[in-house]
C-alpha cells in the first residue's frame, strides 16, 4: 500500500513514480550531493517531497532536455534549477545557463545534446541497418 502525499517514500516507490530503476537513484545520491533521502536502519531509504522533486527535475534534465550529468550538476551548482518548485522550470530558463549544442567536440559533455544532430543520426543508423538485414 502507498503512502500518503507528504509522507516519506521508499526507494522502491519514488523508482516507480519517476520511472527509472532504484540502481539510478542510488548512482543519482552519488553525483548529486543535493539528494540526501533519510537513513533508516539497514540503510533503508526514504525520500521527502522536495528529494522527490529534485529527482523528477533531474530525470527531466536527463532524459527529456538532453542534458549530460555533468551538465544537469553544473546547473545544480549554479542555482539555475531551483530545488523547490522543480516542476514549474520551463525549458527555457534551463536551456539559457547552457545553450544547445552546435556540432561541438565529444569531450565538451557539460552542455544538452542537439536534437537534431541526433535525429540524423539516428536515421542515418536506421539505413544501415535495412541495407544491412537486406544483405
Same mark, same amino acid.
Do not use: C
Given at each position: 500500500?502507498?503512502?500518503?502525499?507528504?509522507?516519506? *517514500?521508499? @526507494?522502491?516507490?519514488?523508482? +516507480? &513514480? @519517476?520511472?527509472?530503476?532504484?540502481h539510478v537513484l542510488r548512482?543519482? +545520491?552519488? =553525483?548529486?550531493?543535493? @539528494? &540526501?533521502? #533519510?537513513? =533508516?536502519?539497514?540503510? *533503508?531509504?526514504?525520500?521527502?517531497? &522536495?528529494?522527490?522533486?529534485?529527482?523528477? *527535475? @533531474?530525470n527531466r534534465l536527463l532524459?527529456?532536455?538532453?542534458?549530460? /550529468?555533468?551538465?544537469? &550538476?553544473? !546547473? #545544480?551548482?549554479?542555482?539555475?534549477?531551483?530545488?523547490?518548485?522543480?516542476g514549474a522550470a520551463p525549458?527555457? %530558463?534551463? =536551456? =539559457?545557463?547552457?545553450?544547445?549544442?552546435?556540432?561541438?567536440?565529444?569531450?565538451?559533455?557539460?552542455?544538452?545534446?542537439?536534437?537534431? !544532430?541526433?535525429?540524423? /543520426?539516428?536515421?542515418? #543508423?536506421?539505413?544501415? #541497418?535495412?541495407?544491412? *538485414? %537486406? !544483405?
Amino acid at each position: 500500500m502507498a503512502s500518503s502525499e507528504p509522507a516519506y *517514500r521508499t @526507494i522502491s516507490e519514488v523508482a +516507480e &513514480q @519517476i520511472g527509472v530503476p532504484q540502481h539510478v537513484l542510488r548512482f543519482w +545520491e552519488t =553525483r548529486f550531493p543535493q @539528494i &540526501q533521502p #533519510l537513513k =533508516r536502519g539497514g540503510n *533503508r531509504r526514504y525520500y521527502r517531497p &522536495q528529494d522527490i522533486a529534485l529527482l523528477t *527535475r @533531474i530525470n527531466r534534465l536527463l532524459h527529456t532536455d538532453g542534458y549530460t /550529468i555533468k551538465g544537469v &550538476q553544473k !546547473l #545544480l551548482d549554479d542555482g539555475a534549477a531551483p530545488v523547490a518548485d522543480a516542476g514549474a522550470a520551463p525549458k527555457v %530558463a534551463a =536551456r =539559457r545557463v547552457a545553450a544547445p549544442l552546435a556540432p561541438t567536440p565529444v569531450s565538451d559533455t557539460s552542455k544538452p545534446r542537439d536534437a537534431s !544532430l541526433l535525429v540524423a /543520426i539516428r536515421a542515418r #543508423l536506421a539505413a544501415a #541497418l535495412a541495407e544491412a *538485414r %537486406a !544483405l
